[in-house]
C-alpha cells in the first residue's frame, strides 16, 4: 500500500504547485479573452484556453462566485462581474493616492527638509506609495514599494489606529517582532499608543524600527470619510529630536488635508 506520509507525501505537494499555478494561470486569461471581447460562450472560451468544454465550466462557475464574471441568463455567455470593478477600484484608488500624493510631499519637504513619504495600508504592513528627499536629507533611500511595520514606524500606527476595530484586535493579537530596544510588541502598551495617536491626531515613531531613525505621521482621509493613508516626515534623531518632530506636527496636518481635499474629502473628520 503507497505511504501518504514522507517523501511521497512531499511529492504530491511538489505535483499540485504547478497545477494551481495553471489554474490560476487560466483564471487570468479566461479574464482577459472576456475583457477583450466583452461577452464570451464557454465552449469559445474553451477553445481560447485549451481546455475542455467542462473545465472552462468549472472556471467560469468558480470565477462566477466570486463575483469576477457573471452568467448571463439563459444565453451561454459570460461576461465580467463587478468583482472585477470592485478591485479595479481599489487599485485606481492607490493610483490616485500616489499621483496625487506626490506633490504633496515634495511641497512638505521642501518646507521641513527632511525626507516625507505618503503610506497606505496593505494587508499586515503598510506600503510607501510616495516619497520626496528634504534639503536636509543626507540619505537618498528609496521607500517606495517598501513594505514596513504597522507597529514600528509612524505611518503604521496612524493606519493601525483608523482601521477597523475587528481587523485591528486581530492584528494585536498576532506575536509582533521587536526591532529595537523601543519597538512596542506589548498589545496593551500599543492599544494605548493607538488611543493617543487618535486623541492626539498623530504618530510617533523615536527608534522604534531603525535606532537613530525619528519620524512623525499624521493621517490622510479619503471621500468616504475614512483614513486612506499617512503623511509622515523622516530624520536622524539628532537633527529631528522629539520637540521638533513635534513642532512639525502642524505642517504635516495642513499638507495632509490638503491632499485630503484633493481626494474628495469633505469636513471635519475627528
Known amino acids: 500500500m503507497t505511504s501518504t506520509h514522507g517523501d511521497d507525501g512531499g511529492s504530491g505537494r511538489e ?76 487599485a485606481t484608488g492607490r ?49 517606495v514599494g517598501r513594505r514596513t511595520p504597522l507597529h514600528a514606524t509612524s505611518a503604521g500606527k496612524v493606519l493601525l489606529a483608523y482601521m477597523g476595530d475587528a481587523e ?22 500599543l492599544r494605548t499608543e493607538l488611543a493617543r495617536v487618535v486623541d492626539e491626531g498623530h504618530a510617533r515613531s523615536f527608534e522604534e524600527l531603525e535606532v537613530g531613525l525619528h519620524a512623525v505621521a499624521v493621517p490622510v482621509w479619503g471621500a468616504g470619510g475614512d483614513v486612506v493613508a499617512a503623511l509622515s516626515a523622516a530624520g536622524p534623531a539628532y537633527r529631528l529630536p522629539r520637540r521638533r518632530a513635534r513642532a512639525i506636527v502642524p505642517d504635516l496636518r495642513s499638507a495632509a488635508e490638503e491632499l485630503s481635499t484633493r481626494l474628495g474629502w469633505v469636513g471635519d473628520s475627528g
Not at 448571463?72 to 472585477?84: I, M, T, W
Open 15 to 90: 505535483r499540485s504547485e504547478p497545477s494551481l499555478v495553471r489554474s490560476v494561470d487560466r483564471a487570468v486569461t479566461a479574464l482577459e479573452v472576456v475583457a477583450a471581447r466583452g461577452e464570451v460562450g464557454i465552449t469559445e472560451l474553451a477553445e481560447e484556453l485549451g481546455v475542455h468544454k467542462s473545465t472552462a465550466s468549472r472556471l467560469v462557475a468558480a470565477l462566477a462566485r466570486r463575483g469576477m464574471l457573471e452568467q448571463l441568463g439563459d444565453r451561454g455567455k459570460v461576461a465580467l462581474g463587478f468583482g472585477v470593478v470592485r478591485l479595479a477600484a481599489s
Open 95 to 143: 493610483m490616485d493616492i500616489a499621483r496625487l500624493g506626490q506633490p504633496t510631499c515634495q511641497q512638505l519637504a521642501e518646507l521641513v527638509g527632511e525626507t516625507c513619504n505618503l503610506a497606505v495600508h496593505d494587508g499586515e504592513a503598510a506600503i510607501n506609495v510616495a516619497q520626496e528627499f528634504g534639503n536636509a536629507s543626507i540619505t537618498t533611500q528609496n521607500w
Open 168 to 189: 485591528r484586535r486581530a492584528f494585536l493579537r498576532r506575536r509582533l517582532p521587536r526591532f529595537t530596544e523601543s519597538t512596542i510588541t506589548e498589545p496593551a502598551a
